[in-house]
């Protein structure tokens, strides 16, 4: 029972001084470039290293000068920035993928231009307001509120 003096006890505070003195270490600051998208935004990433303590690699992306963060990001490449992918997305898989949404695309447009050739109209928005709400007698007026209470 004096595995205090003996065991694996005696390094924990070993290992908490060495992160102590590694944390005063200077970080690497500038990543490594990853890729480039059709917009223009530049993806960076400092690889994990578990020696020091640092379990995931650290990913964010640059927009485009002029342009901030709120403009969307391709799919493909926020999927790799919230580590749902390892690998970043090939220059194939991109083209592949906007191809795709662009036939999709074209094939929306399509059938909706022969929507409204066979006498479909537009879609009409909605009205807003308190006025678009359903009104029911028996929660609104004087005599089915009085009815109820006799």
Do not use: C
């Not at 005063?24 to 935004?41: A, C, E, S, T």
């Not at 379990?55 to 919230?82: A, Q, T, V």
């Not at 999709?104 to 009409?124: F, I, V, W, Y």
């Not at 009104?135 to 006799?150: F, V």
């Amino acid at each position: 029972m004096n595995t205090m003096s003996n065991g694996e006890y005696r390094h924990v505070w070993r290992i908490v001084l060495q992160n102590f003195i590694n944390s005063f270490r200077p970080r690497q600051i500038k990543g490594n470039h990853i890729g480039k998208d059709y917009i223009g935004n530049i993806y960076f990433e400092i690889p994990a290293d578990p020696s020091r303590g640092k379990r995931r690699p650290s990913r964010w992306y640059d927009p485009p000068k002029g342009h901030d963060f709120e403009n969307p990001i391709p799919p493909e490449w926020e999927s790799w920035l919230r580590y749902r992918r390892q690998e970043p997305p090939t220059e194939e898989e991109i083209a592949n993928n906007l191809a795709i949404a662009e036939l999709k695309k074209e094939n929306a447009d399509g059938l909706e231009a022969k929507r409204l050739a066979e006498g479909g109209s537009l879609p009409t928005t909605p009205e807003r307001g308190p006025q678009s709400f359903p009104k029911y007698p028996e929660y609104y007026g004087g005599d089915a509120m009085n009815t109820r209470r006799k």
